[in-house]
């Protein structure tokens, strides 16, 4: 026996199923990062760290609002001035260019506790965006052997 079926009602029960699925159940999370964009030449990158050969600075808690995106990594080469120029230029790509007004990379970063629903604590080479400017005060000392070749850089464009 053979059901005959309307173009409408094959639809009709697609919606409906696809309806009682719930619209979280298809969605899973992204894989990948923001757009590595290079930043045009009408757009300037300023750097808000304390120069200091001696101490090495991490954002404080006054970044935590500001704080919007964050990714910890092993480092995947030696170049530490390729891979901190890589998160600025992730930080410009993020969204519609305006999104992002600062980043901060380093080595030796430690992980948040819920980070992929991890428990944390290890240490690990990390880019954080910010929504808005920062500036030195936004910075603290960091611990000894920590935020190794930390780069902060604030994009206007």
Known sequence: MRIATSPRLTTLFF?????QLGVASCISRRAG????????ANCSVTNPLLASPSASY????STDGALFY????PSYTTNSSAMAEQCLQQC????????????????NLVVPAGYYETPG???STG??????????????????GQAINAFAGNIAC
């Open 33 to 40: 990062g923001p757009a590595i964009v290079p930043i045009p």
């Open 15 to 19: 919606a409906v199923a696809c309806a």
């Open 127 to 144: 880019c954080l965006f910010f929504n808005r400017t920062l500036v030195s005060s936004d910075f603290v000392l960091a611990p000894e």
């Open 70 to 73: 964050n990714v910890y990594y």
């Open 92 to 107: 410009y790509g993020y969204g519609d260019h305006v999104e992002c007004k600062a980043a901060f990379w380093a080595e």
């Open 121 to 123: 604590g290890q240490l």
């Open 58 to 61: 991490a954002p404080g808690p």
